[in-house]
Nanobody, 124 residues
């Protein structure tokens, strides 16, 4: 019954911005960390960003550090990914994931709940 629904993806020019949203249902994730991952064509899914249960701790992949910001609103059971200064290499399907632990975590095996993904395409 647990579902994560991503939204906010689309086509944007290099240097532009997008904000992705992930709305959870069937479970309250306020006590658990959340994450964003992405998968580009022909590549494996990779870590992008994670946030701990309270929002006080975040970690980012080196490739997005300084450009992306993960945040959460526990009252809305929603997590966000603000993406600025987008590059063509950011093009991928972006997945929201919910963990079973409270601490921010980069490893995908800690996330039993996954959304369907939203496409982000950055044109040059």
């Amino acid at each position: 019954q647990v579902q994560l629904a991503e939204s906010g993806g689309g086509l944007v020019q290099a240097g532009g911005s997008l904000r992705l949203s992930c709305a959870a249902s069937g479970r309250t994730f306020s006590g658990y960390s959340m994450g964003w991952f992405r998968q580009a064509p022909g590549k494996e899914r990779e870590f992008v960003a994670t946030i701990n249960w309270s929002g006080g701790t975040t970690y980012y992949a080196d490739s997005v550090k300084g450009r992306f910001t993960i945040s959460r609103d526990n009252a809305k059971n929603t997590v966000y990914l603000q993406m600025n200064s987008l590059k063509p290499e950011d093009t991928a399907v972006y997945y929201c994931a919910g963990s079973a632990i409270s601490t921010a975590e980069r490893r995908q095996t800690f996330y039993p709940y996954w959304g369907q993904g939203t496409q982000v395409t950055v044109s040059s």
